[in-house]
């Protein structure tokens, strides 16, 4: 097969969407190029048991090259596209190699994910770091980790009480999921290990602006998630804005005033941007973007007046929920158009997002889901969680093994990744000391 | 139960020596305080397991809490034995919170271990890092990954041969074992996963200045071992010596004279280093140490004219092996003294070191082993192998999980840990930017 041939299509980034249009692509005559910036696909839905240390890294991260194996019109390129141009039809990688290449394409498929928003206050980011990508699933579990291990070293109450607290900002499925894991953490899973520090005094807070947690979900699933929430030993504090985040607290502002809370770990889960492409990418085309810098697409997923290029994803402007499955469909779909675009068929129906469902973790044993007009709470929804995402993981090896933690988390109380590595935690050392003296 | 009644034992490090000696002394009515680095214990000999993708780093680091949890007379503090005031029998502790603190002791059992030794050279560690603790196997396996990605993107068949082109030096059981796992890596475990780069071009040269493989093994067990390292793929390249080692490469001398090998990754598992510690805890006491720094004893493990202080494992010099069993059974032994002084029994007979056995694996399927005079190859070594590190693997649910992906690995043909976070691709580039700079 020769590559002048054959209909090219590149695929921007590995994530659901991504992978989905790729290996919707596998008979289809074209080839097919994926550029990502990390060698594995990210099962995003569970990188918070890899923060918590239910899960091991690899297990949510299976490689690229072994899901696609058994593809052969694909190549995966490692780097980050940095432009496209739409007039040449190339888009322009730095390669991981420091090197920068132009990659032609016939179709495009743009499905680069977005970002947690520090809506402006982007020197947040050092002190509360979000939860998007495998390095900060590594960095947050080393800080929580290493926060029981702070207080049991420390003597004195305050500081202690400092190492004990953990502030979440924003109560949607990845707060509130964190939010319970920390809290099964202090007051079950590390239960009896330390001596000097009271586990039982841990504080996990639960900050949004919104009035209630998991806002996406019918409200009576808000309310029941609540409830748990509350018998696990979260605080949730809603209708709370956080106006400053710094080394050792957050400052939150209410209707009724402004407080400071005191903790050395917080995490971000609050907003969503996309990425710097986006931007890129809407100036090239004339496309519109929405306040997120989402851009606007066509009910074929293409960018007006593009109907060669595709963003699919959480990339994409609208009212569709940025989970896993509006993406794994999206990617689906714009393969379809490009398979029928090929074969000289008519353009298929506008994409319609099929909706099986939503749910969030709250802890063991406990989940909630809302499917159409049907709410799950408690052991069922937890059950369909555990159903779900068992079936979703990539891999048998995957499958097993993750249920293999899950079985020594959830019947029993381990974690069996507690890593906290030395570079971890000196890196972070020196950060707070130049924090420090900063602000002397 | 008041520590000031009590027998202090302080036990300075939590690996094979300390924690082995630490859970001899479960029934001995003394307080123990263990003083750790990390807040794991390492299973050192499945290390390389780690750096190759096998194993995730929390099967072969389970963490010291969970592993004594039942074990009421023990406390943790996290950080590291800076000196030892032996008149004030005391120990100065840099905590991991930065602190400085002091910590009595009636008894003191040294574990804290070696490292290897650059022979003067420390500069190379930058270019071939050693194989001792998490931190490093987790920069070797973002290394030796990520070679193979570079080599993919590169098109200029020089670069791509330096990406290709693995060096070990020193052929003891690391060098061994990460030799015949890169080599497995190359020709089967990542075969057909690259379309650019030809995995089969991959060049593993394990290095050593003796003449044989494996030289602490049997001389036929040797032979054996290069045999099947030979049919891997893999160079021996015996009775060399390294002279130089860069970013770029290796500069080796043999009889016939000087020769420049051209790598990008290098792994350094040569030579036996004291810690610092040892060299204190010699001018304070007055003990001889041998050339690498280790400490002489006495037949009861302890230092000369100090009853008192304990020095097993690797730390202690002497004909034993660096191996897991000497530091398990000096540990052992260790506290069995202690034991029998507080109740007031006569000393123990001297220590005697049960050798049983000593093993390599190759590859899947092949392992050597030296059990007394008896020698097993092939198959029968690598089941010894396989039921042997079974056994000692601490942890029910670590044995499982292991056995499980050793399933993937050696039946399939699955690397499920093949990470290299963004972070650790990022620091490298630099430090070579840097390494670059300066040779200009």
Same mark, same amino acid.
């Given at each position: 097969m020769s590559d002048q041939q054959q209909h090219r299509v590149v695929v921007v980034g590995a994530g659901f969407g991504g992978l989905f249009a790729t290996k919707a692509l596998r008979r289809v005559p074209a080839s097919v190029t994926v550029i990502n910036g990390t060698s594995y696909h990210l099962?995003?839905?569970?990188?918070y048991q890899v923060a918590t240390g239910i899960l091991s890294e690899g297990e949510v991260a299976p490689p690229i090259r072994e899901i696609l194996k058994?593809?052969?019109?694909v190549d995966l390129k490692l780097g980050w596209v940095t432009d496209v141009d739409v007039d040449e039809r190339t888009v322009l990688v730095s390669a991981m190699n420091g090197r920068e290449i132009r990659i032609p394409y016939d179709s495009l498929i743009v499905a680069a994910g977005a970002r947690n928003s520090y809506f402006g206050n982007e020197d947040f980011a050092e002190f509360a770091p979000s939860l998007k990508n495998i390095d900060d699933a590594l960095e947050l579990r080393s800080r929580i980790f290493h926060a029981f291990e702070m207080a049991e070293l420390e003597d004195d109450p305050e500081q202690r009480q400092r190492w004990l607290t953990f502030v979440l900002i924003g109560a949607g499925p990845t707060g509130v999921e964190m939010a319970g894991q920390i809290a099964e953490l202090a007051h079950r899973a590390l239960n009896g290990q330390y001596h000097h520090a009271d586990l039982g005094r841990t504080r996990v807070i639960l900050i949004d602006a919104?009035?209630?947690?998991?806002?996406?979900?019918?409200r009576p699933l808000s309310v029941a998630a609540l409830r748990k929430l509350t018998r696990l030993g979260v605080e949730a504090r809603l209708q709370?804005? !956080?106006?400053d985040v710094d080394a050792d607290g957050v400052e939150v502002r209410t209707a009724a005033g402004a407080e400071r809370i005191e903790a050395y770990t917080k995490i971000w889960a609050a907003g969503v941007a996309a990425p710097e492409l986006a931007g890129r990418i809407a100036a090239a085309t004339g496309a519109a973007t929405d306040r997120a810098g989402r851009i606007v697409v066509g009910p074929d997923l293409t960018v007006p007046g593009h109907p060669e290029i595709f963003v699919v994803g959480d990339l994409a402007a609208g009212?569709?929920?940025? !989970?896993a499955q509006v993406a794994m469909q999206g990617g689906t779909y714009a393969a379809g158009v490009i398979r029928r675009r090929l074969a000289g068929r008519p353009a298929p129906k506008p994409f319609h997002y099929f909706d099986k469902g939503n749910m969030a973790t709250i802890s063991r044993f406990s989940a909630v889901a809302n499917v159409g007009k049907l709410h799950f709470s408690g052991l069922a929804g937890w059950f369909m969680w555990l159903a779900v995402h068992l079936f979703y993981l990539i891999g048998f090896k995957n499958k097993v093994s993750a249920l293999t933690h899950w079985l020594v988390s959830f019947l029993g109380r381990g974690r069996s990744e507690r890593i906290a590595t030395t570079q971890q935690i000196q890196a972070r050392n020196a950060l707070n000391r130049l924090a420090a003296d900063r602000s002397r």
């Open positions: 099962f995003e839905p569970l990188l058994r593809q052969r019109n919104v009035d209630r947690v998991l806002p996406a979900f019918d709370t804005r !956080v106006v009212d569709l929920p940025g !989970v």
